[in-house]
């Protein structure tokens, strides 16, 4: 019988795979109803599934062969703590930025809190920095 915690990685490890497989339908499906999303630079937290949805395909939109590689996950009590590599190229806008065609990597470290089988919280940081420096054109692109 697995444990809460077993159960718990295993239902980030399917959460990270849907997102890359594209299913937003089954991401949202993962989510509390009362999803909360902690993001940097928000002011408050955002409440709702669709904020993730509309955040999943976003990245999607930008870069539509986003693999997603977990380097390290680990959990205490209902919180999964994840490291992850997400690399992909630049095929679509993305925060306002056309697309380059450029290969991209950046890393995210991200922690979820789980209420019974359903991903009820996460506070995302994202190398938004780094992501953006990759995507941003140079003095050759004007």
Do not use: C
């Amino acid at each position: 019988m697995a444990t809460t915690l077993e159960k718990n990685l295993a239902l980030l490890r399917t959460a990270y795979e849907t997102l890359e497989s594209g299913d937003l339908d089954a991401g949202v499906e993962m989510l509390a109803e009362d999803f909360i999303a902690n993001l940097p630079g928000a002011p408050d937290p955002l409440h709702g599934r669709e904020i993730w949805r509309l955040g999943a395909q976003s990245m999607l939109d930008g870069f539509p062969d986003l693999q997603i590689d977990v380097e390290d996950m680990f959990g205490v009590d209902d919180k999964v703590a994840v490291r992850v590599h997400l690399h992909g190229t630049h095929r679509g806008a993305f925060q306002g930025v056309a697309a380059t065609g450029r290969p991209v990597s950046f890393r995210s470290i991200e922690i979820y809190r789980i209420e019974g089988d359903r991903i009820a919280e996460e506070w995302v940081a994202p190398d938004m920095i780094s992501l953006m420096r990759q995507i941003s054109p140079t003095p050759a692109d004007r």
